[in-house]
């Protein structure tokens, strides 16, 4: 994410493809078809858009070739399937973990909880610090699992689908383990949180 | 999601790869690789890590090939990319709306807020009932907008990755609208929830 992107909103009422939406939208006056796909337009409606959804918070570790630990952390995690048991995330291909995603044959897919705010943040921080601690230990085939997450899972990489310079990772599930009971964490607004009330 | 597989869950702990994991896991007792994909120790190790996620709602709607206005909630829908704006979400090729989506060249990408929870109900129920009511309206292209949402995205169907009988969707975003200010909707174990506290 490009957090330094501050495009202009538009929010008069705008006629695309024909039909006047109501007011409000931040579609462009232009059709969307032959808008620059870099356009302010389109990024804002983006934007907008996922500042009001919430996501689950992951982390995902892998080795590099020299047996390194690496990884990060996504709110992009996504269940594919269960029967195989299938999830995906997403990076991009400019992160620091990806060039051991190309390589690595298995990752582990972390689930945090409330009590693991600061593995989220480290894990998101300078790639040098990220397994400088006692936050992790070696698991099956040396993958790095991290302590007290709510759970865990160990996959193989099954795809990995470039979009531009991103992609969607897809990781066929393999086993994993439990932790502690705990809250889930979210992030949403730019803040962890945990969920609330039902409604 | 297969609720009705409830499979047998191993506590005690397991060697796995040559390495002793720590009590507590799911791990099977023989190496992942030489596991039917399809056993329980893996897709247990997948449900008691999904349950322990939260995920923020949407809905997608597209027009099937007749005009037919067609859609579904999702909790997979995750960023890719903020330039170009790229979203994710991922289905079953299986599902009702999956022959529309395979032929739609757009789709409407729509947040839910906590006055949306009728919406996402809707949108999860028998398919034929999804579109019955004034829920929605046709917005540009003719695609059904959903109305009262928290906000709304509208793009271009990129990619569809097939992977076994699921798939997996890429949205370029080309413009959008927002709804009131409300708290996201969430889901997490089986209940629709909004964000809490701050941790």
């Keep these: ?13 705008v006629s695309v493809g024909g039909v006047t939406d109501s007011p409000g ?18 990024l804002a409606a983006f934007k907008h858009a996922f500042r009001r959804h919430a996501a689950g918070v992951a982390a995902i570790t892998t080795l590099a070739p020299d047996g ?5 952390t996504a709110t992009s995690l996504a269940s594919l399937s269960a029967v195989p048991p ?3 995330f997403n990076m991009a291909r400019s992160a620091s973990s990806w060039a051991a ?6 990752v582990v897919i972390h689930m945090l909880g409330a009590s693991n705010r600061s ?3 480290k894990l998101a921080g300078p790639h040098l610090e990220r397994f400088s601690g006692d936050h992790w230990h ?3 085939y040396g993958l790095p699992i991290l302590i007290g997450v709510t759970s865990w899972m160990i ?11 991103n992609a969607v990772v897809v990781v066929q599930i393999e086993g994993g383990g439990m932790g502690a009971d705990d809250q889930a964490l979210l992030y949403h607004e730019r803040t962890y949180r945990v969920p609330g009330a039902a409604v």
Tied chains: 1, 2.
């Excluded at 232009?30 to 389109?42: G, K, Q, T, V, Y």
């Excluded at 390194?68 to 990060?72: I, S």
């Excluded at 996959?155 to 310079?165: D, K, L, Q």
């Design 1 to 13: 994410m490009q957090s330094n992107v501050e495009p202009q909103v538009t929010t008069r009422p």
């Design 25 to 42: 939208t931040l579609l462009p006056a232009s059709p969307p078809l032959a808008a620059d796909p870099n356009a302010p337009d389109d």
């Design 68 to 72: 390194t630990p690496v990884g990060f």
């Design 86 to 88: 299938l999830a995906t």
């Design 101 to 106: 995603i190309t390589a690595a044959e298995r």
């Design 119 to 121: 593995i989220a943040e």
């Design 138 to 140: 070696p698991g099956p």
């Design 155 to 165: 996959g193989r990489i099954v795809e990995r689908v470039s979009v531009h310079n």
